[in-house]
């Protein structure tokens, strides 16, 4: 795989993993997923630090495109947030790809008996 591949590879990861914690997130609450209440507090900083890094780019979209709408932002604003989405999952992909081969490397150095 090339280095375009793979870094394709680690955006479809980075998008896919954002989606599937967003929608759980949606599932769970009921409630629409953005960067307000149950999904980001004050009083609760690491359950929404973990939320937003996992589901941030799917957040970020749901924000933007709603602001859009009700003509809050602008057309270059909205395309701006949807340059850091697409940089954020990227980033989301990179780390949850380095994360499973660090695991992995740890499980393949492991020698079980047969």
């Known amino acids: 795989m090339g280095a375009v591949g793979l870094w394709l590879f680690a955006f479809a990861v980075g998008l896919t993993a954002s989606g599937m914690a967003g929608s759980t997130m949606e599932l769970a609450c009921g409630r629409r997923l953005a960067f307000t209440e149950p999904y980001v507090s004050p009083s609760h900083i690491l359950r ?29 604003a909205l395309i701006s947030c949807g340059c ?8 989301l992909g990179i780390v ?13 150095s492991a020698h079980f008996p047969a």
């Open 96 to 108: 949850l790809l380095a994360i499973a081969s660090w695991a992995t490397g740890l499980l393949g």
């Open 84 to 91: 850091t989405t697409i940089a954020w999952a990227l980033a």
């Open 48 to 76: 929404s630090l973990a939320a937003t890094a996992c589901a941030g780019p799917f957040m970020l979209a749901n924000d933007a495109l709603d602001a859009h709408r009700r003509g809050r932002i602008t057309m270059l």
